[in-house]
């Protein structure tokens, strides 16, 4: 019987010796825990070419308030008008960059067709002091709708360093229309081919 006393304290003590080591332990696993390092990696920025996109080009609308003449056309032209005697209207485009564009507005009264009053263009213009340029092209298109004749012209001695230009001609509503261009350096046909194909006419209130 005192055996088994002495066996049942010994393992007792043993007992109460092992908790308070891994009691010890796990005080010891709280006073130092572990550390989590937050880790940010390195970010090398990159360069890109720097790519400039101009803005479009903003286009006016104008129109002729006599005639409903209607036609889209760059801001970088300036638009200036002139009533002119013999109910003839004129109309200026330029863009300060060696290309103009004048339109001419006529009344057609005697009712000739597009080729009699290009003949009759082509005899005043001959009447000026300065030599007529000589249409390198002719051909006939539509424009609003209308038959329109198209011709080209090289450098001549106008004396205005002028190197080119093109003529469009047509009827609308029993008036004749002129547009010549000019130019002395870049020829803009683009800009040009567009105010053409823009060409409508308005109803007039």
């Known amino acids: 019987m005192k055996i088994l006393k002495i066996i049942f304290f010994v393992l007792l003590i043993s007992l109460i010796f092992i908790s308070g080591i891994l009691l010890g332990k796990n005080l010891a696993n709280k006073s130092n825990p572990l550390t989590i390092n937050n880790f940010s990696p390195t970010i090398t920025p990159t360069y890109v070419s720097t790519i400039s996109i101009p803005p479009n080009e903003t286009k006016y609308i104008y129109t002729h308030q006599g005639t409903g003449l209607s036609f889209n056309y760059p801001s970088v032209y300036k638009v200036t008008e ?7 209207d004129f109309i200026s485009l330029n863009n300060n960059d060696g290309v103009k564009i004048d339109i001419y507005i006529s009344d057609n009264p005697a009712g000739k067709t597009l080729d009699e009053l290009v003949d009759d263009f082509d005899r005043e213009q001959e009447k000026g002091p300065l030599s007529v340029p000589k249409p390198t092209d002719k051909k006939y298109v539509t424009i609003a709708g209308e038959r329109a004749m198209r011709r080209s012209w090289i ?24 547009f010549i261009r000019f130019f002395n350096g870049a020829t803009n046909q683009e800009e040009f081919e567009d105010i053409l194909n823009s060409i409508v006419f308005s109803r007039i209130n």
């Open 82 to 88: 002139q009533p002119m005697n013999g109910g003839l």
């Open 155 to 178: 450098e001549s001695e106008t004396g205005d360093n002028i190197k080119g230009g093109e003529e469009v001609f047509f009827i609308h509503d029993g008036r004749f229309f002129e």
